[in-house]
């Protein structure tokens, strides 16, 4: 597709349940970028992959947070045994053709997630 | 996190009229993004800014970045309706490692 895609764009979970939401980036992007959004808040970054490599994981909140990208492409972020205050809306964002870490992002529309 | 303060946090305004919004980092800012987000939707990028005394423009919206590059505003000239929603600013800095960080965002609305 021509934009960042997410799915889904809702999830209600109930608490201590697992969740895994899907970005598919813009084809050909190398940088991928997860953050976490709460209500009323800028983005918070959670985590940056440069094709299948995880280059920094620094902004996951937990060990309950797991994001992976296999083959470069798609990407999973999974939350393990979640929490209320995991609800939030989940951003992905590609970038770069060349991981020019300068390059604009472009984000998806989202995955608002409730636990309840 | 409040590295990047956007001022103010909300803005009525009536159509026709003009605003600025502000984006501050006490951090050298190594790219500089404006972006607008509807509730409930991602953020559309509008502008990116790198070199310090940069100023872009598109359409009725123009951003600068200040020459020691950290400060930008974002000013609508002519404020419709359609302009609402919230501006977010977004930069990256580094401190050993490239950071990427975003502003709370500024709440538009005009009024009609």
């Known amino acids: 597709g021509a934009g960042v895609s997410q799915s889904p764009r809702y999830k209600v979970a109930k608490r201590g349940q697992d969740v895994a939401l899907r970005c598919d980036p813009i084809?050909?992007?190398?940088?991928l970028f997860w953050y976490q959004q709460a209500l009323g808040q800028g983005p918070e970054f959670l985590t940056y992959f440069q094709n299948e490599a995880q280059l920094d994981k620094s902004g996951l909140p937990s060990d309950r947070f797991f994001a992976e990208r296999p083959e470069g492409s798609v990407s999973t972020l999974k939350i393990q045994r979640t929490q209320q205050e995991d609800s939030a809306v989940y951003l992905c964002?590609?970038?770069?053709?060349?991981?020019?870490?300068?390059?604009?992002?472009?984000f998806g529309p989202g995955t608002r997630l409730t636990v309840l | 996190s409040q590295e990047l303060e956007q001022s103010p946090q909300s803005l009525i305004v009536q159509e026709g009229k003009n605003l600025t919004i502000n984006c501050t980092s006490s951090?050298?800012?190594?790219?500089l993004y404006w972006y607008k987000q509807k509730y409930g939707e991602g953020l559309i990028f509008l502008m990116m800014l790198q070199k310090g005394g940069e100023e872009k423009s598109h359409e009725k919206i123009t951003a600068k970045l200040d020459e020691k590059k950290q400060q930008s505003s974002l000013h609508i000239t002519a404020s419709q309706p359609s302009h609402a929603g919230i501006y977010l600013c977004?930069?990256?800095?580094?401190?050993?490692?490239?950071?990427?960080?975003f502003g709370t965002g500024t709440r538009l609305k005009v009024l009609a």
């Open positions: 977004g930069a990256l800095t580094t401190s050993g490692t490239y950071k990427y960080i």
């Open positions: 964002a590609s970038s770069s053709r060349t991981g020019d870490p300068t390059d604009t992002q472009y």
């Open positions: 951090k050298t800012l190594y790219g």
């Open positions: 084809s050909g992007h190398v940088s």
